[in-house]
């Protein structure tokens, strides 16, 4: 990955939408040259997807929790299958296994309480292999980043 990659890619996570004419222009380099390299970087992975970021509660979610999940050892059938559970979860938004005080941080995202208390209840807590869960509540997000900025020297 070159300078002009980064560049690229520097651009794209600002702006996904923009043009392959504009994003060839702001790069230097020709409208072909500019498409055969954002392929590139999507064949090989770099580029993982683009999608529409939501503002949670402007589409009516107005609980963001981080959940903090310790598991039982001895109740353990197997770490994969807590995180297939995990992933199967559609108020479960970010998962991430973490080494320390516990052994996964959920993201999760509810219409209101009472919708995350039967997330709660009637899912997380029947999850086989699971010893605590501490949540977290949200109240503001002075950074929600979603860009790596990347030195493009």
Known sequence: MDRIDK??????QKNAKI???????????????????VKRLE???????????LDPEKVGFSIMAIVSITLSL?????????KEKFSELEEVVECYQIAGAHDFILKVIAKDIKAYAEFINQKLTRIQGIQSIQSS???DRPK???????DEE
């Not at 560049?7 to 794209?12: D, E, F, S, T, V």
């Open 7 to 12: 560049k690229i890619l520097n651009i794209l």
């Open 19 to 37: 043009t392959n004419a504009k994003l060839s222009r702001m790069v230097g380099i020709s409208a072909p040259a500019t498409l055969e390299r």
């Open 43 to 53: 064949t090989t992975g770099v580029i993982c997807h683009v999608t529409a970021v």
């Open 74 to 82: 001895s109740k353990l059938s197997s770490v994969e299958q807590i």
């Open 137 to 139: 509540f949200v109240i």
């Open 144 to 150: 929600d980043k979603k860009i790596l900025l990347l």
